[in-house]
């Protein structure tokens, strides 16, 4: 049952449900039927004996038959005995005088001669409280029994005719009910994989199709989100990645290309060594990022020191551009619900656009928000126009104002804002009069 389809497994139940409810609909019928016919016969026989009895006459202690209008059909089947004699009765074989003869003398009571197919009632004749004989009136069951075998030929044809009529409308239905399934459910695996665009739309649930084309509406929402993600996040990968990497080969290709002096060769190193460190960082956000996502190892951090790191991994770009960082501490510890190294990969680029960005000063500020905590990163450079808002945080764009030194953004404004997004956070670029300013926010623990 397990290997067969859904379709057919309901039409073997319905139709097996059906088999036996006929089945036992048919058995009942003629059961009941039966009873019902010995019922009748036994009554006619107690019937026809009694009105027999009601013809006798008793003359000085013997037993006296008179005739009636219908005699002879009367007692076509009557047996009048008196002390063990048989006064009158039919012609019948041995085997039904012999039953007669035995249901003389006894109380009332029926017998039934299966070789002659008739069944036997005596009826007792009382006489001034004295019994002077017995009539004994026979039914054939021949007429009962073929009712029977015909009702029972009968109902097992109708039975069976019904069957049939269940089975071909249980399967018109099941496959006109389960085509629009099957049709949708093909439908929704060639979206996946061709077009994701592609939806139902049949509005709101209201019955079962319904239900399902929504409920593969939202998996295909899911879905296309779910690419959309994985493409963008290998979009901002290459982005991130493609920098540092022509770095070190840039770097390798020139040393090995000719012989130089040990000072050019340790310039060389010092370049592969911070392009290396790039690469370093990159990764250690995305493997802190899908630990977050996956909720593996999840711990809170003090929200001041992940703004001292994040600081100070743009140490050097502070010196090279001779800016002031201005890292002001909250009034009281605040814990921020994500990994050190994650907080860090999310305020890192921040701090690092704003420095080099910044005419002379970037401050960067911690504070509890509501169920959470805010980080501010301001900056006295020429800020971020109203259109560039969004734009900005798009993979490989970057603002008007270009970067000044040819550095990149560190792991970029995109790729920092999914991380927040991934830890529960966001990531905003709003409005400032004389500078720049980028607020994240990241959950409190």
């Known amino acids: ?88 009765g039919p012609h019948a074989g041995a085997s039904v005088n012999e039953a007669v003869r035995a249901l003389a003398g006894g109380s009332a009571r029926y017998a039934e001669v299966a070789a002659a ?13 004295h019994r002077v004989g017995t009539v004994v009136a026979g039914v054939s069951l021949a007429p009962y029994e073929q009712t029977r075998r015909l009702v029972l030929i009968a109902s097992v044809v109708l039975g069976g005719l019904v069957l049939l009529l ?48 929504a409920t593969l509406d939202s998996l295909l929402d899911q879905l296309a989100a779910s690419l959309r993600r994985e493409q963008r996040f290998s979009a901002e990968l290459s982005h991130e990645l493609r920098t540092p990497l022509a770095r070190v080969m840039a770097e390798a290709e020139l040393a090995l290309r000719r012989e130089r002096d040990p000072s050019e060769y340790r310039r060389a190193l010092e370049v592969i060594s911070k392009s290396a460190a790039h690469l370093t960082r990159v990764v250690d956000a995305l493997v802190a990022a899908a630990r977050h996502e996956a909720g593996f190892g999840r711990r809170a ?67 509890r928000a509501l169920g959470g905590v805010r980080y501010t990163v301001d900056d006295d450079g020429a800020g971020v126009s109203d259109d560039e808002r969004e734009r900005i945080f798009d993979p490989g764009v970057r603002g008007r104002q270009g970067v000044r030194d040819g550095e990149g953004a560190g792991l970029g404004l995109a790729l920092a804002r999914r991380l927040a997004r991934s830890a529960g956070g966001e990531i905003e670029a709003r409005p400032r009069a004389g500078g720049g300013r980028f607020v994240v926010t990241l959950p409190g623990a």
């Not at 009942?28 to 013809?55: P, S, W, Y």
């Open 1 to 88: 049952m397990s290997r067969l389809g859904i379709r057919r497994r309901l039409f073997l139940v319905v139709v097996a449900t059906v088999a036996v409810s006929v089945a036992a609909l048919v058995l009942g019928f003629n059961v009941i039927l039966a009873r019902t016919l010995t019922r009748d016969a036994r009554d006619l026989a107690r019937t026809r004996a009694a009105a027999q009895v009601a013809l006798l006459t008793v003359s000085r202690g013997r037993l006296a038959v008179q005739e009636a209008p219908d005699d002879a059909a009367a007692d076509a089947d009557i047996w009048v005995l008196s002390r063990g004699a048989v006064l009158e």
């Open 117 to 129: 197919d008739i069944l036997l009632y005596a009826a007792p004749v009382v006489a001034g409280g």
């Open 166 to 213: 269940v089975a071909a409308a249980s399967r018109w239905l099941l496959a006109s009910s389960l085509r629009p399934v099957r049709r949708m459910t093909r439908q929704a695996a060639a979206w996946s994989e061709h077009n994701l665009d592609q939806r139902f739309g049949l509005g709101q649930p209201h019955d079962e199709l319904t239900e399902l084309a």
């Open 301 to 367: 951090a003090d929200a001041y020191a992940v703004a001292a790191g994040a600081a100070a991994a743009c140490a050097d770009l502070v010196a090279h551009r001779g800016v002031e960082l201005d890292l002001r501490s909250p009034q009281a510890p605040i814990r921020v619900a994500v990994e050190p190294e994650l907080g860090e990969r999310i305020l890192q680029p921040l701090i690092d656009n704003a420095c080099r960005y910044a005419a002379g000063r970037v401050e960067v500020s911690v504070e």
